[in-house]
């Protein structure tokens, strides 16, 4: 680190001239690429200390380095003012990646004037900004925004009544267009309101837009599970809409919305309101987990809302409509519109790099016979490349996975160690464990703080 104290100490021994050219080598401004390493290596080791104890040993406490991206940031707002600063190409190497990682986090950081987060989405604008843009694709549909709908679901023993609404609804809509409705027991994470893993999603499909585009929406209305004797207070949907074009195939828009449903205080009306309009805002950074708009279901089991006014567990195999998961495959990569994927670091598992049995033998416990079937798993760029990236935070370990996570596991363990990635894998439960600890530990190793991730920060 250059310290101002060690090279006054320095200075005091030598020539007034030299001193002068040392006090100017000491401005930030006039730093070469190689004190700007030195720093950014200085700061990338505060910034990734892990201070947070997990089970099996320590993660990143995830406010920690929001906060330190943050000073990290200040640090360089003066000199990234100057739109020549990075133009530089030794400053460059060094420092677009730290840059564009730690001004994404630093955007969580940002107030508005009544001292409140105003990014909790992660995006380059405010949340209300967001919502303003947003804001045309994440309305309710008619029905699902009536006081009838809201109504009956407001209490688990109208679900069924609401359902049937859909139902009706579909009756009058064309096969392409009907409305998918799916209720199941989650597995991953609560409601955005903690009340519930119950949820009942609704896909309104293949909408045409006036200007030929095609809309879909996805709701996700937190709801009771029958475990629930007498059900909490339960508000929550989640909403996202994706956007394509016919004639441009393989990319679409995706808009992430969270409201609440809100008794009036002035009536025995229900009224929708978007959590942008909550102080503080309970709705996180969708991309933490949404590497692409839409994810694939995976519940723990799924719903049913019986004649009879209760809600019972479903036979999965049968519950799950097939047409979830085909629409996924339509809409391609991503435009996020308002966040750079690549700027939160590269992929985790990358095809084509060399892994030694050494490595295997350093980061897993399987026997070594296991080593090349590890081997030919950790190629997941083969698909994870271009169109979406698995990269932090779902790669790195932080508290993020105890406090978001029923199984105080991050998604990508789960994912792993139930088998569905890479897909069709036939690793056994102890090769798959150990392929998660082989891949976060090629990722970014908090323990010697190297990696891929590392690598990528210092411009690798
Ligand atoms: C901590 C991880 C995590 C975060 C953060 C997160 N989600 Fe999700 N979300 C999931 C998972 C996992 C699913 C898939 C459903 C399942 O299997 O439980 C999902 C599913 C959904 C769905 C149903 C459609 C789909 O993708 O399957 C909606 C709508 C949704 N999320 C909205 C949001 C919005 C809006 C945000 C941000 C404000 C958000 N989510 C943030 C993990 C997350
Ligand atoms: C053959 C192609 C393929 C390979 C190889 C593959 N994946 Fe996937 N992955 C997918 C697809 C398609 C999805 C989305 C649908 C799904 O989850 O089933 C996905 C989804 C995921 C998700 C959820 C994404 C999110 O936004 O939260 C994670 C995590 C994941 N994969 C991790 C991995 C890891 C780690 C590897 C390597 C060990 C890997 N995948 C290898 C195709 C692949």
């Known amino acids: 680190m250059f310290s101002r104290a060690k090279w006054g100490l320095v200075c005091f021994g030598v020539a007034p001239w030299l001193m002068l050219g040392l006090t100017a080598r000491d401005d930030p401004a006039k730093w070469t690429g190689e004190q700007w390493s030195k720093w950014r290596d200085g700061q990338i ?3 990734f200390d892990p201070t947070f104890e997990l089970a099996d040993g320590k993660g990143l406490l995830r406010q920690d380095v929001v906060e330190k991206c ?34 994404s986090l630093d955007r969580l950081n940002r107030q508005s004037s009544d001292s409140f987060q105003s990014n909790a989405l992660g995006m380059d604008i405010s949340d209300p900004e967001y919502f303003a843009e947003a804001g045309p694709y994440v309305q309710f549909p008619p029905l699902l925004k009536s006081q009838a709908f809201l109504k009956a679901m407001s ?95 393989g990319v679409s828009d995706g808009y992430f919305a969270d409201y609440m449903r809100n008794p009036d205080s002035n009536s025995s009306d229900i009224t929708l309101d978007p959590t942008f ?9 969708c991309y933490d987990c949404h590497k692409t708009a839409v994810l694939p279901i995976h519940p723990k089991y799924g719903l049913k809302f019986t004649e009879d006014a209760r809600i019972v567990r479903d036979n999965l195999a049968s519950a799950i409509p097939l047409r979830v998961d085909e629409k996924i495959a339509l809409y391609g990569k ?25 490595f295997f033998a350093d980061s897993t416990n399987v026997p070594s016979d296991s080593f ?19 990269n932090s935070w779902l790669a790195l370990r932080s508290d993020q ?53 590392v690598d990528w920060l210092r411009g690798g």
């Not at 096969?175 to 409705?181: D, F, L, Q, Y």
């Not at 991503?334 to 050494?358: A, K």
């Open 45 to 47: 080791s505060q910034i």
């Open 277 to 285: 309009t909550v102080r503080p805002s309970p709705s996180k950074t």
């Open 401 to 453: 996975e105890e406090r978001s996570f029923e199984s105080k596991q991050g998604l990508l363990q789960t994912y792993i160690e139930q088998g569905l990635m890479p897909p069709g894998n036939r690793l056994n439960p102890d090769e798959r464990h150990a392929l998660w600890q082989a891949l976060t530990k090629e990722y970014c190793d908090l323990k010697t703080g190297k990696g891929t991730f």
């Open 70 to 103: 943050g000073k990290a940031q200040s640090f360089l707002a003066p000199l990234l003012a100057d739109p020549g600063f990075l133009k530089d190409p030794e400053r460059s190497k060094a420092l677009t990646n730290f840059v564009r990682f730690t001004s």
């Open 334 to 358: 991503t435009n996020f519109r308002h966040l750079e994927p690549d700027s939160f670091g590269p992929p985790i598992g990358q095809s084509g790099r060399v892994r030694t049995d050494r």
């Open 372 to 390: 090349p079937k590890l081997r030919a798993a950790m190629n997941c760029t083969s698909c994870h490349d271009g169109w979406f990236s698995v």
């Open 155 to 249: 209490d688990p023993a109208t679900y069924r009544k609401a359902t049937d609404m859909i139902a009706e609804e579909n009756l009058r809509l064309p096969t392409s267009r009907r409305w998918v409705v799916f209720p199941f027991r989650a597995q991953f994470i609560p409601s955005v309101d903690g009340s519930t893993y119950g949820r009942m999603l609704v896909l309104v499909p293949n909408e045409l837009l006036p200007d030929g585009r095609i809309l879909d929406r996805w709701l996700m209305f937190a709801i009771a599970t029958p475990d629930m004797v007498t059900p909490p207070d339960i508000r929550s949907v989640s909403l996202i809409a994706t956007v394509r074009d016919p004639k441009k195939p």
